[in-house]
């Protein structure tokens, strides 16, 4: 991780690759870090540096082909790529995957991603791999918006309050939804998630199979990569209070910067 640091330090600066700007916005209403996107190909510089800003950079891979993402990653010394992905999660070679990342293969829910998550994490050889879950906070699903989080919780029953209906106590178990949502504390007050990393996103960008596998990829190096995310309840808290607009479109755009991805 330290070699791509020092490459993209360098790098970036010359070769960023520009949106082109007659192309519409993947989702209407969204900000300038949306515009261009569904026709954004990222140079192996850029797909770099969306490693290093972990799951937040997923929209921004869509347009790129699964193997150039892969050659991308290899080329930046990713810890585990998108090919390592392809065959631990879903137990295919991904040269006979076509450009779209398509097998067939989409989940539906954070209990099914984190099965997955798991899966590539055992066999990369993480310890203790079945602690760490995905999560999602779906209370601006009708707006088209999500937020996602890597969490660290070494447990399969939680005792914790309902972050929704003040003073409900709620007992939640591995195979129930709101399982896979991050809780800071439990009833007793002890600390529980830790949060590795988090994105706010269009919901339309983690639900094809080739955002979904690039989500599970920056996930697991974030893992690998002992990436901590201590921001994320403050950003929580605001979500659920009703700027989960402001806030996607605030990540979109500093990833989007960080990236070298040229503004419209």
Same mark, same amino acid.
């Given at each position: 991780?330290?070699?791509?640091?020092?490459?993209?330090?360098?790098?970036?600066?010359?070769?960023?690759?520009?949106?082109?700007?007659?192309?519409?916005?993947?989702?209407?209403?969204?900000?300038?870090?949306?515009?261009?996107?569904?026709?954004?190909?990222?140079?192996?510089?850029?797909?770099?540096?969306?490693?290093?800003?972990?799951?937040?950079?997923?929209?921004?891979?869509?347009?790129?082909?699964?193997?150039?993402?892969?050659?991308?990653?290899?080329?930046?010394?990713?810890?585990?790529?998108?090919?390592?992905?392809?065959?631990?999660?879903?137990?295919?070679?991904?040269?006979?995957?076509?450009?779209?990342?398509?097998?067939?293969?989409?989940?539906?829910?954070?209990?099914?991603?984190?099965?997955?998550?798991?899966?590539?994490?055992?066999?990369?050889? %993480?310890?203790?791999?079945? &602690?760490?879950?995905?999560? $999602? +906070?779906? =209370?601006?699903?009708? /707006?088209?918006?999500? #937020?996602?989080?890597?969490?660290?919780?070494?447990?399969?029953?939680?005792?914790?309050?309902?972050?929704?209906?003040?003073?409900?106590?709620?007992?939640?178990?591995?195979?129930?939804?709101?399982?896979?949502?991050?809780?800071?504390?439990?009833?007793?007050?002890?600390?529980?998630?830790? %949060?590795?990393?988090?994105? &706010?996103?269009?919901?339309? $960008? +983690?639900? =094809?199979?080739?955002? /979904?596998?690039?989500? #599970?990829?920056?996930?697991?190096?974030?893992?690998?990569?002992?990436?901590?995310?201590?921001?994320?309840?403050?950003?929580?808290?605001?979500?659920?209070?009703?700027?989960?607009?402001?806030?996607?479109?605030?990540?979109?755009?500093?990833?989007?910067?960080?990236?070298?991805?040229?503004?419209?």
């Amino acid at each position: 991780m330290r070699k791509l640091i020092c490459c993209l330090s360098f790098s970036l600066l010359t070769a960023c690759a520009p949106m082109r700007s007659d192309q519409p916005s993947v989702a209407r209403g969204f900000s300038s870090a949306l515009l261009g996107l569904a026709h954004l190909v990222l140079s192996p510089f850029q797909i770099a540096a969306g490693l290093l800003e972990g799951i937040a950079s997923v929209p921004y891979y869509l347009s790129t082909s699964v193997h150039d993402i892969n050659s991308g990653m290899i080329k930046a010394s990713a810890r585990l790529t998108l090919e390592d992905t392809y065959e631990s999660a879903y137990g295919t070679s991904l040269q006979k995957v076509a450009a779209n990342g398509e097998t067939g293969v989409v989940f539906q829910r954070m209990k099914n991603a984190t099965t997955y998550f798991q899966k590539i994490l055992q066999q990369y050889g %993480v310890p203790n791999s079945q &602690a760490y879950i995905l999560t $999602s +906070v779906d =209370t601006a699903n009708d /707006q088209g918006y999500t #937020l996602l989080a890597v969490v660290y919780r070494p447990m399969t029953s939680i005792q914790v309050m309902d972050k929704y209906h003040p003073n409900a106590v709620l007992n939640l178990q591995n195979n129930e939804r709101l399982f896979y949502e991050p809780y800071r504390v439990n009833t007793g007050g002890k600390a529980l998630d830790t %949060v590795i990393d988090w994105a &706010a996103v269009p919901r339309d $960008s +983690v639900q =094809t199979q080739k955002g /979904q596998a690039v989500l #599970l990829t920056l996930a697991a190096n974030a893992v690998i990569n002992e990436k901590r995310s201590a921001d994320y309840w403050a950003i929580e808290q605001r979500w659920i209070a009703g700027e989960a607009r402001q806030i996607t479109e605030q990540r979109l755009a500093n990833v989007q910067q960080r990236m070298g991805i040229a503004k419209q």
